[in-house]
């Protein structure tokens, strides 16, 4: 006999069984988080992420989410900007900084500094403005840059292949009275935790007695020029010298200055605009000392030194007498631990630099105190909280360097402008 095909009859048990498959699309969005969750980079996020609409959606409508997965999976180290090393000869030749990837196993890490612009192409696009930019900071993903020729300054975010700001310190509206100002010191950027599309350029400059900081908001827009305030602390002796500082160093939402002596920070807190100052110990003081500012993993703030192959890191501390200072925490010697990495090069340097210090890690490069500009240097990683040293590449370390970290993505945050949802998705 025929099998009855009519409609009303059930379909076998196999097929019933097959319907009810569940799939991916059809998970929630807390079990599709912490699948997330696991995923071993940044950049695969984003790559998975920005797969569909609802993905990104979930995924961007979570700071929850991104606190946790910040937590477990700091971000990572694209690469290393490397400022111009000096004049260039030729003025019809570019004097741009040159980028130098960590070359690291992360595909899809890989992938997205292929996408980006590290070769800074958007600032072509400026009229009238020629070459010769200099970095002088590189902070939440933006790099902020300078031309001093044209009196220009830019933010541009590599990944994004786009410039957010110029200003045309020329222009009257810009910034009334810039060059009025006492020794101006190089820009700092200030990038917000929560928000990755807001930043401040903030920028020093002082005369024998007072300090001032003028302060743009990307919000806003504008501009706001701050008053003169006298210095916290005078020397004891000293024609007023001492007050010339160092490039500008940043932790927890403060900006730090050396003094030229080596015995003082200099602090601006970027929340109240208030400076203050701290006195430094005394073996920071040695000519042959390098020292930087930085994080910690956890968000503390830490002074991470090196002298000869030794390297040190320090915290703000309140000791018996009720005095907050400067304290030595661990001090290591990572000669062995060269030679493991280096090999046998190790006998060409005699020295370690610290260049800067970010989210937990101190980036070092071998030198020579002959100070050749010619001789190659390797530049590498610290794992501060292990104190595990690994080595990144090689590079003749003739200028300024700015380690670029690959920052929490502006698609990722909010539902809004083309990802808004639609028709209630």
């Known amino acids: 006999m025929a099998r009855d095909k009519s409609p009303t009859n059930s379909p076998p048990a196999e097929h019933r ?3 009810s498959t569940t799939t991916i699309a059809s998970l929630g969005d807390d079990i599709l988080l912490e699948i997330f969750l696991r995923l071993p980079s940044l950049a695969t996020l984003v790559r998975a992420a920005l797969t569909c609409r609802g993905w990104r959606s979930a995924v961007a409508s979570s700071p929850a989410f991104r606190r946790r997965f910040q937590e477990l999976h700091p971000a990572p180290l694209l690469g290393l900007f490397f400022n111009p090393p000096g004049a260039v000869q030729d003025p019809a030749l570019p004097a741009f900084p040159s980028f130098v990837p960590t070359r690291g ?19 072509q696009e400026r009229h009238g403005v020629h070459n010769g930019w200099d970095i002088h900071d590189c902070r939440g993903g933006y790099v902020l840059l300078a031309n001093g020729d044209q009196e220009t300054m830019a933010v541009v975010n590599p990944l994004a292949r786009r410039s957010e700001r110029f200003f045309d310190f020329g222009h009257e509206d810009t910034l009334e009275g810039h060059r009025s100002f006492g020794m101006v010191h190089r820009a700092c950027l200030v990038c917000s935790r929560e928000d990755p599309t807001a930043f401040r350029v903030v920028i020093i400059a002082h005369d024998k007695s007072r300090l001032r900081a003028t302060v743009f908001c990307s919000e806003t827009g504008e501009w706001s020029v701050r008053p003169w305030v006298h210095i916290p602390v ?11 500082l160092s490039n500008n160093m940043q932790a927890n939402g403060f900006l730090y200055w050396a003094s030229k002596n080596r015995r003082y920070l200099v602090i601006l807190n970027t ?7 701290h006195e430094l110990p005394i073996f920071l003081h040695n000519r042959h000392c390098t020292f930087v500012v930085g994080e910690m993993k956890n968000g503390e703030t830490c002074i991470v030194y090196a002298i000869s192959f030794t390297v040190g890191v320090l915290f703000r501390r309140t000791e018996g007498d009720g005095i907050d200072r400067w304290v030595l925490d661990r001090a290591e010697l990572l000669e062995t631990q060269l030679v493991r990495v280096l090999g046998e090069i190790m006998e060409n340097y005699n020295e370690l630099e610290v ?9 070092l490069a071998t030198s020579e105190r002959s100070n050749d500009s010619g001789a190659p240097s390797w530049f590498l990683s610290l794992c501060l909280e292990t104190m595990i040293l690994e080595k990144l590449f090689q590079r003749t370390y003739d200028s300024s360097v700015h380690p670029y970290v690959m920052a929490w993505p502006a698609s990722l945050v ?9 028709d209630g998705i």
């Open 234 to 244: 005078r020397p004891r002796r000293g024609r007023g010298e001492w007050w010339i």
């Open 271 to 277: 929340t109240t605009m208030d400076f203050s100052v």
């Open 105 to 123: 196993t992360d595909r899809d890490q890989a992938a997205a500094i292929r996408g980006g612009d590290f070769f800074l192409t958007s600032l």
């Open 414 to 422: 909010g539902n809004y402008g083309r990802f808004a949802p639609e």
């Open 17 to 19: 069984k097959k319907s």
């Open 355 to 363: 260049v800067a210090v970010r989210d937990g890690f101190a980036y």
